[in-house]
């Protein structure tokens, strides 16, 4: 079994969660590992993953990468995964918001059933208001661009089976969406019922504008719906702008009355152009997904990388 925890200024609480983690797996009674993924912290965090990793005696086979640069929660995940090799892999935070002593419950729900994935679903969860809502729109997505059930609940405590697993690593979308990736490669997705815990310590990280940039990512990512949406918001207001000229040219010709116009004039204008500008801004978004791909840009880049076994064999 492996358990992937991505982490990003945790300085203050990683070392919790690893030895926590450790404590659980060690009541599995099978081969386990941790492998943790500092997603570019500026902070201490790689300094207390490194010094857990020193100390010897541990349980459990533990890897520690650091990558170079943030890359967002879901890069860092798929960073992880790749790196893991047990049969089940669990996805967790970093923060013990998802209850490591559920890990073997969860496991067990899993191989009583034929599901690929089965994902947390919490009864409450405490969030800000504008992140609940934020969320419902992420929700809202994946029901529409992954054909989500509806009453399929989301969240980062995650246990899959090793197929599974390697269907997803083999994205190369250079910003991935984990979760809409576990639905391209499977619909055998189920829930399983967990606790949400209280944080240990710190606030999320995880804040409103980043939800809206995984908004943006996602669907330029993984649909080409707003290109669509384009079309027909051009086709709509050409229809208009016909039926505007033809008024114009018809009331000209039967009152013989000449009109300024010039406030009309002007809002057309602005109409066309502000439909204008927000058409090459979506062709735009989609051209720098495209470069993106077509340049081989990386989904991360690892910088560093340590494990406990050279810690053993010293």
Known sequence: MSVVIPTFRSEKHIWTTLQTVEDELSNIGRMTEIIVVDDGSPDGTWNVVSKWIAEKGHRSLTKAIRLR????QHSATICGLRHATGEIVVTLDDDLQNNPAEIKYATNQLLLTNC???IASYERQSKAAGRKLATRA?????NSLFNKPPDLKLSSFRVMRREA????VETRVPEPYLTGEIFLSTARVSNFDSTHMPRIAGKSTYTLTKLISLLRRVVVNYSTRPLRWIVHACALTSMVAAFISLF????????SKHVPGWSSTVCVISI???LILLALAVIAEYFAALIALLNGRSQYDIDAFISNLEVDNS
């Open 272 to 274: 066309f152009s502000g």
């Open 69 to 72: 640069h943030n890359a967002g």
């Open 165 to 168: 697993v390697n269907r997803i």
């Open 116 to 118: 690929d994935v089965m």
């Open 248 to 255: 114009v040219v018809l009331s000209a010709l039967v009152t």
């Open 138 to 142: 992420v929700d809202k997505l994946n």
